[in-house]
């Protein structure tokens, strides 16, 4: 049984990592790993956790996905949008962003055993890392050297499926999947705050359909429920809605510095630590 302690812990090192570019799965494995005579509370936590980073992007970006399924002209939107072209522009991004979930499926699930196995294996975490800190590294790098050229829009449906297949690889424990499909999108010529919009808005459908999935393919799940657990159920989501909230805040703020690089340092140190541990032990 999960304590009400490790419920708020968890629940703080996924809001915290979900966002920012370390992985929040390869954090929450290892934390796990840490917590001692820890048990495996379930995948009902997991939705429960997942639901929580989930509310925190719609309440964060409120506004746009108000005005991305609204069907009427915003009176506050930019003066160049004539009557009628915002519908378009949002029905167009929304169909762009269902688009990029086509390869976020395919990959996940076919990806699906091999990423659990993964988790049972601490040092593929610790080499994952060190993938997201390299990805981190050449996003800054690619970011500073091509400002000048990035286009101001949504991601392309090219784009989109790029990202979208990034997303569908980060399913290991490691890969930060915000850090993957924010690189992926400078990589292919999506603006930094753009790319970062854009995954985030896709990782709610991505990553809440994935937990449920989960959730409905384990008849258990629903009979593993301990009603004394519900208070560390209901800490875990309120701590990962809070602290998800204002990891998104930080994400935006480091991506107009163009300091991405300042996460894979992080990465790199406890992907390395990590790798050295497990060597030694």
């Known amino acids: 049984m999960i304590k009400w302690w490790q419920g708020l812990a968890l629940g703080v090192i996924q809001g915290a990592t979900e966002f920012l570019p370390v992985s929040s799965s390869g954090h929450l494995a290892l934390g796990q790993s840490l917590l001692k005579n820890f048990q495996q509370p379930g995948l009902l936590f997991d939705l429960a956790l997942h639901m929580g980073t989930a509310g925190a992007v719609v309440v964060y970006f409120w506004r746009d996905i108000w005005v991305l399924l609204k069907r009427k002209r915003e009176e506050e939107a930019e003066e160049k949008m004539k009557s009628g072209e915002l519908k378009q522009l949002n029905w167009r991004l929304l169909g762009i962003m269902l688009i990029s979930l086509i390869p976020t499926a395919i990959i996940g699930y076919w990806l699906k055993d091999p990423a659990e196995k993964a988790f049972e294996k601490t040092i593929i975490v610790g080499i994952c890392l060190l993938i997201t800190a390299l990805i981190l590294f050449l996003a800054d790098y690619i970011a500073k050297k091509r400002l000048s050229l990035f286009s101001e829009k949504e991601p392309s449906i090219t784009q989109a499926l790029l990202i979208g297949i990034a997303q569908g690889l980060a399913v290991f424990p490691g890969i930060?999947?915000?850090?993957?499909?924010?690189?992926?999108?400078?990589?292919?010529?999506?603006?930094?705050?753009?790319?970062?919009?854009?995954?985030?808005?896709?990782?709610?459908?991505?990553?809440?359909?994935?937990?449920?999935?989960?959730?409905?393919?384990?008849?258990?799940?629903?009979?593993?429920?301990?009603?004394?657990?519900?208070?560390?159920?209901?800490?875990?989501?309120?701590?990962?809605?809070?602290?998800?909230?204002?990891?998104?805040?930080?994400?935006?703020?480091?991506?107009?510095?163009?300091?991405?690089?300042?996460?894979?340092?992080?990465?790199l140190i406890i992907g390395g630590g990590v790798i050295l541990v497990q060597l030694l032990s």
């Open 176 to 267: 930060s999947r915000s850090g993957a499909t924010i690189a992926t999108g400078i990589f292919s010529g999506v603006r930094g705050d753009y790319s970062a919009r854009f995954s985030f808005l896709i990782s709610v459908p991505a990553v809440l359909g994935a937990s449920l999935l989960s959730v409905l393919e384990e008849h258990n799940a629903f009979l593993e429920f301990q009603a004394q657990e519900l208070i560390s159920y209901l800490l875990g989501m309120a701590s990962a809605f809070l602290v998800g909230y204002l990891s998104i805040r930080l994400v935006f703020e480091t991506i107009k510095r163009i300091k991405l690089s300042w996460f894979g340092i992080y990465c």
